[in-house]
Every structure is written in C-alpha cells, then in structure tokens.
C-alpha cells in the first residue's frame, strides 16, 4: 500500500507557464483532495472531490482548475502560474468526515 | 477572524515536561476534531482524534469543549520525538476541514 502518492516532489515555474500536479490513491476513499500550505497560514483548501466525477471548490480556488479523473486519481492545473502560486501543495484522501491521509507534498515556486 | 486560532508558540520545554497547546473555533456547527502532528517538511500525520468525552492515548490527553468552542492537546512526559509541529483541525461540514496554523513545538534535552 502506498497509500498518497505526488508527483513532482519539487518543480519551479516561470510566471505565466502552465504545469499539473497529480494524486493518486490506492485506499479506495471516495474523497479526495487539494491543499496549499504556506508560513504561517496553515493549510488551506484548494477544491476537493466528493466522489468521483464531482468536484468543489474550496476555501482559495482562484487561479486551479481540478480533474477527478477516477476513484483513484485527482489532479490539480495552474494554467498561468504566479509568484503567488509559489507554496507547498499537499493531496489528501479520505472517507467523508473522516482521518485524511496526505501526500509528500510538491514544493512549487513560481518565478 | 479565522475560523480555528492556535497560538503558533515556538514551545520550548526540557524532555519530561507537561506542555498543553489549546485552540478555538468559530463555527459552533462543527462536527469533528482532530489533532495532526507535522514534522518539518513532511506531510500532516493524524495523532488524535478529539471526542466529547475527552480521550487518552498514551501520553497524550485530547479535550474538547463544544460550549466554549475550544480543543486541547495535553503532552506528558515530553519525549524529544515529540518536537514537531502540531495541527488542529475542525471538521465543519463533512469535506470542509479547517486547519489552524499550528503551534510548534521543540522539546530539547
């Protein structure tokens, strides 16, 4: 059981460019997912998947876009990254009101 | 006003302390609790569950207070694996679970 797993672990962007950070699961949780986390700040809500083929937009949407492409997977897009995009994004998994379970994290800065 | 408020410490204690982190909410409707542990560049880790009963496991003592909406975490006998940094986290309507910012805590020898 890997149990969450990210890709890329690190990636560093030009203002402007485009990039997808993927999730997958391997619990058979039907939620799923999308945080930022930035000093001080805590980790915030990006969208999430209440099942699959539903999507939700979080606390701080602006600037993703998401895809639950099935039980197991759920991806994020920045289509035009920003300086302000720059943070640690975390994938967690879960059953409704549940314990979640998080990825490594990916380590994004936007230059 | 942020929906869940931890003082962000640093805490720093010898090993065999007693150290207590509380936290409030905003959203009275909030359904469930948690306590996460993190440690430095690592993702969030489950610790406990909060119940309204108050729970122990081990040398750890979660407290909930729904009337005054506030969490407690209760540390005994400080270990230094105990350093991290600790989450609360209020669950207020099922998918919308609300983080604090964390209390950091260093226990040193």
């Known amino acids: 059981n890997a149990g969450v797993t990210q890709t890329p672990k690190f990636q560093v962007l030009k203002t402007g460019q485009s990039m997808t950070l993927q999730c997958a699961q391997d619990m058979n949780h039907n939620s799923m997912y999308w945080y930022r986390q930035d000093p001080g700040m805590g980790l915030r809500l990006i969208y999430y998947?209440?099942?699959?083929?539903?999507?939700d937009k979080g606390e701080v949407p602006n600037g993703y876009n998401v895809s639950r492409l099935n039980k197991r997977e759920f991806s994020l897009r920045l289509e035009s990254a920003a300086p302000s995009q720059t943070s640690v994004y975390f994938c967690?998994?879960?059953?409704?009101?549940?314990?979640?379970?998080f990825g490594p994290g990916t380590r994004l800065t936007v230059l | 006003r942020k929906e869940v408020e931890q003082d962000p410490g640093p805490f720093n204690v010898p090993e065999g302390a007693t150290v207590a982190f509380n936290c409030t909410y905003s959203?009275?409707?909030?359904?469930?609790f948690f306590w996460y542990r993190q440690d430095c560049r690592k993702e969030p880790k489950l610790l406990m569950s909060?119940?309204?009963s108050g729970n122990e496991d081990g040398r750890f003592t979660a407290q909930l207070n729904r009337a005054s909406q506030y969490i407690s975490l209760l540390i005994r006998d400080s270990k230094l694996s105990d350093s991290a940094t600790y989450l609360c986290?209020?669950?207020?309507?099922?998918?919308?679970?609300?983080f604090g910012a964390g209390t950091r805590l260093t226990v040193k020898p």
């Open positions: 986290v209020v669950n207020e309507d099922n998918n919308d679970m609300r």
């Open positions: 967690a998994s879960s059953e409704r009101g549940q314990e979640q379970f």
């Open positions: 959203n009275s409707a909030s359904q469930s």
């Open positions: 909060v119940y309204s």
């Open positions: 998947s209440a099942s699959e083929g539903t999507t």
